[in-house]
């Protein structure tokens, strides 16, 4: 029981670059979502998913996309990397919106 | 205003000591607490829920007063190992608000 999976766990892009980070989730969770944390900063929402093929903003969603086509992927897609989108990225799931999220272990990103 | 705030911190206190964190939320209509500990460069990690009547796991008790909009978590006999970053989070439906984080070093 792998809980929460990130991919990569590093990665260093250029500016204007796009790529897609991987969120994989084996716990039947039907909430997932995708944060970003800057240094000394809190973690701040992306966007997230109730469920299989619904997708919602979160707090900081532009230059970002995601989508949920199996209820065990969340994939977080960088369409033109720019460096303000340096950062730690996490992915979580839950049971429901009341329940307790689960972290994966973050995939760190440096945009040059 | 934040929708959920911390103690600024950072604490620097000594092992065996006991420490206590407070959190506030603006939302009265919130329905879910946690508390997550974040150590460095990782990721969050549930501590405990918070419940109404407050709730207690070995060392470390929280407590949620509506009427006030506060939690609180209240770590005894402080350990090295506690040195971490304490995140008060707040929730209503889909909507879920991690506060910004109170750093606790834990001294011998």
């Known amino acids: 029981n792998a809980g929460v999976t990130q991919t990569p766990k590093f990665r260093v892009l250029k500016t204007g670059q796009s790529m897609t980070l991987l969120c994989a989730q084996d716990?039947?969770?039907?909430?997932m979502y995708w944060y970003r944390q800057d240094p000394g900063m809190g973690l701040r929402l992306i966007h997230y998913s109730v469920g299989e093929g619904t997708t919602a903003k979160g707090e900081v969603p532009d230059g970002y996309n995601v989508s949920r086509l199996k209820k065990q992927n969340f994939l977080l897609g960088l369409e033109s990397a720019a460096p303000s989108q340096t950062s730690v990225y996490f992915c979580a799931s839950s049971y429901g919106v009341y329940q307790p999220q689960h972290f994966g272990d973050g995939t760190r990103l440096s945009i040059l | 205003r934040k929708e959920v705030e911390q103690d600024p911190g950072p604490f620097n206190v000594p092992e065996g000591a006991t420490v206590a964190f407070n959190c506030t939320y603006s939302?009265?209509?919130?329905?879910?607490f946690f508390w997550y500990r974040q150590d460095c460069r990782k990721e969050p990690k549930l501590l405990m829920s918070?419940?109404?009547s407050g709730n207690e796991d070995g060392r470390f008790t929280a407590q949620l007063n509506r009427a006030s909009q506060y939690i609180s978590l209240l770590i005894r006999d402080s350990k090295l190992s506690d040195s971490a970053t304490y995140l008060c989070?707040?929730?209503?439906?889909?909507?879920?608000?991690f506060g910004p984080g109170t750093s606790l070093s834990v001294i011998p």
């Open positions: 989070v707040a929730g209503l439906y889909d909507k879920v608000i």
């Open positions: 918070v419940y109404s």
């Open positions: 939302n009265s209509a919130s329905q879910s």
């Open positions: 716990m039947n969770h039907e909430y």
